[in-house]
């Protein structure tokens, strides 16, 4: 299996921990733009959400974590393979992916929306989006869910979820769907003039599972054990919440 790791090549320079003896973790996050929660710049520094807290968690657990970018089909392969040693890339708890790698405790978990041209009147269901086109990151819970339920609709896939808006802004497709801190700050920012929200899509557990949660080898249970120690002490401390007012309106960590 040839493996892609379009982001390997210019591997970040972001590290966290303290002390010369701390555990070095190879981090893989998605070498693509995703705000708020990541986003690489061309020298491979990120910045978001996502970095903060794996910064507090490694903070936490005196881990020396290191980002590594990695294109999105290539994270778990790159984690299989011993690349990385941990992926942490706004990657859903599914059972699919479980047959593979380890994950921790989620540390969020949001809703679903749609999101559409402004003047399209449709509702973010199987009915009200028949006859449209889709267009979905491949790999992904959201292009598993449009298979099992649009039925009606055409699903088209693209390489990264940038493509994906870049055609929705240019009318080449009708609708897109991903997490909803995602879509709201697309249609506040890029996508103010062209679109607005159409609804949240119906949960399927199967599909997305409780959440969002950093993922391992599998039977690698010592960097998970931190890992998840890490997620709870920062819930506990304030630190989750202190970070997660700088980006999102409201709490993403879910019930």
């Not at 982001?7 to 972001?14: D, H």
């Not at 699919?96 to 399209?120: L, T």
């Not at 088209?156 to 497709?173: C, M, N, P, T, W």
Request: glycine fraction near 10%.
């Amino acid at each position: 299996m040839k493996i892609k790791l379009v982001a390997l090549a210019f591997a970040s320079v972001l590290a966290f921990g303290s002390g010369a003896m701390a555990e070095q973790v190879k981090v893989g996050m998605g070498a693509f733009p995703a705000p708020p929660f990541f986003a690489p710049d061309a020298a491979g520094k990120f910045t978001g959400w996502e970095p903060e807290i794996l910064a507090a968690i490694c903070a936490d657990q005196q881990l020396d974590c290191t980002i590594m970018g990695v294109s999105w089909d290539g994270l778990i392969p790159a984690l299989t393979s011993g690349q990385i040693d941990m992926i942490m890339s706004s990657m859903s708890i599914t059972p699919k992916r479980q047959e593979v790698i380890d994950f921790s405790d989620k540390y969020y978990n949001s809703p679903i929306f749609v999101v559409g041209a402004k003047d399209a009147k449709f509702d973010a269901t199987p009915e009200g989006l028949a006859g449209k086109t889709i267009g979905l990151q491949t790999a992904t819970i959201q292009e598993a869910y449009a298979k099992k339920y649009f039925t009606h609709s055409t699903v088209k896939s693209y390489k990264s979820f940038d493509e994906v808006l870049q055609d929705l802004v240019a009318g080449r497709i009708d609708a897109t769907m991903a997490e909803s801190p995602y879509i709201e700050k697309f249609v506040e920012e890029a996508g103010a003039a062209c679109c607005d929200v159409k609804g949240a899509v119906k949960p399927d557990v199967e599909i997305f599972g409780p959440g969002v949660g950093a993922g391992f080898r599998k039977g690698e249970t010592a960097l998970k054990d931190k890992v998840n120690q890490g997620i709870k002490n920062i819930r506990a401390n304030g630190t989750y919440d202190k970070i997660s007012t700088k980006y999102f309106k409201s709490s993403i960590y879910g019930d």
